[in-house]
C-alpha cells in the first residue's frame, strides 16, 4: 500500500476523489465462468477513455452474492492488474454476512494492492439496537487490516447507521469514507458532525452535483452511471464534474440537466427486478461487455430488450467522436 494504517484517512483525502464505479461483474454465456477478459477490456475503458478516477469490485452490482469467494478473489487481482498504469484507484467489496470471509476478504484485497475497501453492514436478525454490535463489528476489522476502509449503509441491511454512529466509527483509525445510502437530510447531517474525518457519500448520480456544490464533496462512491450515461465520445457525467469542482455551478447545471433523457430511458425501462440484467444489456448497446447473470437473478425477455434498445436510440447519448461533431455543427 501507499500508506501506513496512521496515514490512512490523510492518504484517502488526497485520493479518494472524483468518479468512483461500481463494476457490473461479466460472466461467459453458457457456462457462467468469469469472464475475465472482458472485465479487464470494461475497466481499461472506463478508466482510460471515460475518465472513471477508480472502481468498485464485487459489490451488489457485481452480484457477489452468486461468486465464490475464490472467484471475488480473482475479481480483486484483475482489477487492480487492469487499472495499473493509469492513476485509477480500486475499492473492493469485501461484504459478506460471515465475519471471517469478510477478514479473508480483506486480507486479500490488502496484499494484492487494492486501495481500500467496502464493508456493507450486516443483516443483524431480531436485532432492534444495532449500534453496539457495529461499533464491536467494524473494530474488528479495523484492528485487523491496515488498508483503508469504507463504511457502507443501505436499506438493505434492514436498518440504516444513524450519522452519531457513524460519526462515532470515523474515530477507527482506517474508517476513511462511506457509502452512505440514505435520505439526504440524513448524510447531510453526517457531513455537518464528521465531514473532517470522513468522507461522506452516496450513489445517486442525480444528487452528485448538488453535493459537491452544496455539501463540499470530492467523491462519487458508487454506481453504475459513469460508464452508462457516458461514452467516449460523449462524457457528460465527467465534464460536469470537472466544472463543479472549478466552481462552474452553472455552467455544470446546465451539462447535468442535458443528461436527463439519457437518464430517464435507462431508468424507464429497466424492469423492477431485473436490475443487473437490463444494465448489462446497456453495456452491450455502448460496446461494453455484459454478458449473462447468474441465478437467482432474471435475464430480460425479448421485448425488455427491444424496449430497452428504443430508448436506447433515441435518447441523445452520443456514441462516436463524428456524432459528437456532427451534433455540435449542427444548424
Excluded at 436478525?125 to 474488528?140: G, W
Amino acid at each position: 500500500m501507499e500508506y501506513r494504517k496512521p496515514e490512512a484517512k490523510e492518504w484517502a483525502r488526497a485520493h479518494m476523489r472524483g468518479i468512483w464505479a461500481a463494476a457490473l461483474q461479466p460472466f461467459r454465456p453458457g457456462d457462467l465462468a468469469l469472464d475475465e477478459d472482458g472485465m479487464r477490456a470494461n475497466i481499461r475503458h472506463w478508466v482510460r477513455e471515460l475518465g472513471i478516477d477508480g472502481v468498485f469490485i464485487a459489490g451488489k452490482q457485481g452480484e457477489f452474492f452468486s461468486m465464490s469467494v475464490a472467484e471475488r478473489k480473482r475479481a480483486f487481482e484483475i482489477a487492480v492488474d487492469a487499472v495499473r498504469g493509469t492513476g485509477a484507484r480500486t475499492i473492493m467489496s469485501v461484504s459478506d454476512q460471515n465475519l471471517a470471509v469478510v477478514l479473508d476478504l480483506a486480507r486479500h484485497a490488502q496484499a494484492v494492492g487494492a486501495d481500500a475497501i467496502v464493508v456493507h453492514a450486516p443483516v443483524l436478525h431480531f436485532v432492534s439496537r444495532q449500534d453496539r454490535i457495529l461499533k464491536e463489528y467494524y473494530r474488528r476489522i479495523s484492528e485487523s487490516v491496515d488498508i483503508a476502509i469504507a463504511l457502507w449503509s443501505h436499506p438493505d441491511s434492514g436498518y440504516l447507521m444513524s450519522p452519531e454512529l457513524c460519526a462515532e466509527l470515523a474515530e477507527l483509525p482506517n474508517v476513511v469514507a462511506i457509502k452512505y445510502s440514505v435520505p439526504r437530510q440524513m448524510y447531510r447531517r453526517l457531513t455537518e458532525i464528521a465531514g473532517d474525518r470522513l468522507i461522506v457519500s452516496t450513489a445517486s448520480e442525480e444528487e452528485w452535483l448538488d453535493n459537491i456544490l452544496e455539501l463540499g464533496w470530492q467523491l462519487y462512491l458508487c454506481s453504475s452511471p459513469p460508464y452508462l450515461l457516458q461514452t467516449a465520445a460523449d462524457r457528460r457525467m465527467r465534464e460536469y464534474t470537472d466544472l463543479a469542482f472549478a466552481g462552474r455551478a452553472e455552467e455544470a447545471r446546465r451539462v447535468s440537466a442535458s443528461l436527463e433523457p439519457v437518464r430517464r430511458a435507462l431508468k424507464s425501462t429497466r424492469p423492477p427486478d431485473k436490475p443487473q440484467a437490463h444494465q448489462k444489456f446497456w453495456q452491450e448497446l455502448l460496446g461494453q461487455v455484459g454478458g449473462p447473470v447468474r441465478p437467482p437473478m432474471l435475464e430480460l425477455t425479448e421485448e425488455e430488450r427491444e424496449a430497452t434498445r428504443r430508448a436506447f436510440e433515441s435518447c441523445g447519448l452520443r456514441r462516436t467522436a463524428d456524432a459528437a461533431q456532427a451534433r455540435e455543427t449542427s444548424p
